[in-house]
């Protein structure tokens, strides 16, 4: 039964879902409605059960003193502050919640994701090698992408903008493309597989 | 000689850090402005999008962000809602990313107060569901369902903007802003393809050759690339001096600066190859 009643499931509603699809009509339209609500009642959930997790992490990191312990008070705290100021306070503009996150919350965001300048810097000036034809002609493509991506490339060529609409249109659209449909063929194919209890491994190996 | 360039290879990476930082720092500081050209790019093509559509058109922002990705796609969302103001769209603002809402709500706020616009007239935040492309598949058939108020809690039936609106079909563009999954490809695959709704978008620069697909079987409208997509849609609706373009010149001189770093990595490359000493 532990292995047959997941298996129904997952054909029961991956049938719905595909039905639903192609026959827009009732009563499948009516089953697949409800199928989409009931999936973001657990996603919500899911964001609860994160929460839990973080703070299970972040206790058990201090109370074993594991490295870099010190930070996880900060987390916490962080988060029971916004957690009591949404819930008491709302969301809304010009409260309390609103104001941490937009003075706080946001430049700190914003600042952990400029760093990432400094280290492709650092990574492209180490790694990035015309070592043969083919890394040359990356070198020299992500070059004119660089220039084309601001007002300077124009500036010291008109067609460099060209140039990079150019590459980013054909060369990296076909690109892209096999690899989007190869992406979307696995999808389909392991989504089948799933529906139809070939593949079982999101039952946590269960046979 | 030689040595130069065996300790040029080996350069410390907290020189190359402070080096970054001073490119992107002394253009601030100097107010460098360089004259932003828009040329034939896909943000004008969503531009053009914007300007044709009848006044009065309901269009769906969707703030699909978060604060790391926010000095790209704040000022496209600032840009593009001004610009749909201005030609006096109604903005229907909600988000796939949790905290988008919030910036999505200061986006439109503060600018909806320059322009003389009013909450619930012209704008409204519908706030954050979870759920991503199947959230946008139910929006299909009716948005009611999905967003019974909006994030201040105020009942969609007492949103006087609102009323007409059942489902996507009511609504005539979608721009989703988008840092990843969910964003924009959730919105082309289920409202573009689905229902047939318009769809544009803006997303960060490293995002961006993944849409280009999108862009050329015309399954999008028009796409803002990174902080330059930001700087054409400011040029284009008429900002003087706006956030992206003023960005524009510390990216400028710190793309100048990663490449040079690139060549004389190159340069101390081929040297050591040469002796024999580069791997």
Redesign the interface.
Same mark, same amino acid.
């Given at each position: 039964m532990r292995l047959i009643i997941p298996l129904a499931i997952t054909f029961t509603s991956g049938m719905i879902m595909i039905l639903n699809f192609f026959i827009p009509h009732q009563p499948f339209a009516l089953l697949g409605d409800n199928l989409q609500e009931w999936y973001m009642i657990v996603a919500s959930g899911a964001i609860f059960l994160g929460a839990a997790n973080l703070l299970h992490v972040h206790f058990r990191k201090i109370r074993l003193k594991l490295k870099n312990w010190k930070y996880s008070p900060v987390t916490i705290v962080g988060f029971l502050v916004m957690i009591i100021l949404g819930l008491f306070y709302g969301v809304t503009e010009n409260l309390p919640f609103d104001y941490l996150f937009m003075n706080m919350v946001a430049p700190m965001g914003a600042t952990m994701f400029s760093l990432l300048a400094f280290f492709v810097a650092s990574a492209a000036f180490r790694a990035f090698r015309a070592s043969n034809w083919r890394a040359t002609l990356l070198l020299t493509s992500a070059f004119l992408v660089m220039l084309g991506q601001v007002p300077i490339g124009a500036m010291i060529w008109d067609k460099i903008p060209l140039a990079k609409v150019w590459l980013m249109a054909i060369p990296n659209t076909a690109g892209q493309r096999a690899v989007m449909i190869g992406a979307a063929m696995g999808v389909v194919a392991t989504s089948l597989r799933m529906i139809f209890g070939i593949e079982r491994s999101y039952l946590g190996g269960a046979d | 000689m030689a040595d130069i360039f065996t300790k040029i290879g080996n350069?410390d990476?907290r020189i190359?850090?402070v080096?970054? *930082?001073l490119s992107?720092i002394i253009p601030i500081l100097t107010d460098l402005i360089? =004259?932003?050209?828009v040329? #034939?790019?896909p943000s004008r093509d969503l531009f053009e999008f914007v300007d044709s559509l009848p006044p009065g058109s309901n269009v769906i922002i969707s703030f699909d962000y978060?604060?790391?990705?926010? =000095?790209e796609l704040q000022p496209m969302a600032e840009a593009v809602v001004r610009h749909l103001f201005e030609k006096g769209h109604k903005i229907i603002g909600m988000a796939l990313w949790p +905290?988008g809402a *919030?910036?999505g709500? @200061?986006a439109m &706020?503060s600018l909806s107060d320059s322009l003389g616009k009013e909450q619930y007239q012209d704008w409204v935040n519908l706030g954050y569901?979870?759920?991503g492309g199947?959230?946008i598949?139910?929006l299909g058939?009716?948005m009611r369902?999905?967003f019974p108020t909006d994030? @201040?809690n105020v009942p969609w039936s007492e949103i006087p903007m609102l009323q007409g609106i059942n489902n996507l079909d009511d609504i005539q563009l979608v721009i989703s802003l988008s840092a990843g999954d969910p964003g924009i490809i959730a919105w082309v695959m289920m409202a573009g393809d689905r229902y047939d709704i318009p769809i544009g978008g803006g997303c960060t *620069?490293v995002s #961006? =050759?993944?849409l280009?697909?999108y862009?050329?079987t015309e399954q999008m409208v028009g796409l803002l690339?990174?902080l330059?997509g930001a *700087?054409d849609y400011e040029t284009l609706v008429g900002i003087d001096n706006g956030q992206a373009i003023r960005g $524009?010149s510390p +990216? &400028?001189? #710190?793309?100048? #600066?990663? $490449?040079l770093?690139?060549i004389?990595?190159?340069v101390a490359?081929f040297m050591q190859k040469k002796r024999g000493g580069a791997r």
């Open positions: - | 350069l990476r190359i850090f080096l970054i *930082a992107v360089i =004259p932003n050209i040329g #034939a790019e978060d604060p790391s990705t926010m =000095p +905290q *919030a910036l709500q @200061d &706020s569901k979870t759920g199947v959230m598949v139910r058939t009716s369902a999905i994030r @201040d *620069a #961006a =050759p993944q280009y697909t862009l050329q690339g990174g330059k *700087a $524009m +990216q &400028s001189v #710190a793309h100048i #600066a990663i $490449m770093f690139i004389i990595g190159n490359y």
